[in-house]
């Protein structure tokens, strides 16, 4: 006979696990074959997602950010910033006031979020899983990780004072270390 006392219960728990959250948090599994493959929607003129780690720390170090992408990749460039990185910086405020200058320059593209209120790396992720044109620029390590995950993305990011860029095929800028 079953025990319906309150102690028996609390015994059992149970998990409620939200699956929109656990999709955004981890990429899916892809074959390992696919890792080596090259990417045939990279090409002039590049498509480059911004963080907005990687603005703050270009604006620490005094750099200037088109000038530093078409240095490193010797093409032409189209950078885009997404709703949610936008907003990111304008809640951080007098921090990123020269970051949030940046973007509002009319050399970067806008990108619309259809969702409301995503952290803005999972928005980050969540687009490049759908459209593997883009090469993410962004200085967040755990950023690097979830993308790393994802065949086929080529991640920029600051080394020695220069854009350096990894996972792309005859890649240029600073040795990566």
């Known amino acids: 006979m079953l025990n319906s006392s309150p102690e028996a219960s609390r ?10 959250a656990l999709k955004l ?16 929607q990279l090409g002039p003129p590049f498509h480059i997602l911004v963080d907005t780690n990687f603005l703050n720390f270009a604006v620490k170090n005094r750099m200037d950010v088109m000038q530093g992408f078409m240095d490193c990749l010797y093409a032409k460039c189209t950078p885009y910033v997404t709703d949610c ?3 990111e910086l304008e809640k951080a405020g007098r921090r990123f006031k020269i970051a ?6 009319n050399r970067f593209q806008r990108l619309k979020c259809d969702h409301k209120g995503t952290y803005a790396d999972d928005c980050l992720v969540q687009r490049i899983t759908q459209h593997k044109c883009y090469i993410v620029a962004t200085a ?21 004072h220069r854009f350096t860029i990894e ?4 890649a240029y800028g600073a040795p990566a270390q």
């Open 11 to 20: 015994l059992v728990k149970e998990k409620k696990e939200d699956e929109q």
């Open 100 to 105: 949030l200058k940046i973007i509002k320059d």
């Open 25 to 40: 948090n981890h990429a899916p599994k892809t074959s390992s074959a696919l890792y080596m493959r090259y990417n045939t």
């Open 167 to 170: 996972r792309m095929p005859d």
């Open 140 to 160: 967040d390590r755990d950023l690097k990780r979830r993308i790393r995950k994802i065949p086929g993305v080529p991640i920029m990011y600051i080394a020695h």
């Open 85 to 87: 990185v936008m907003g």
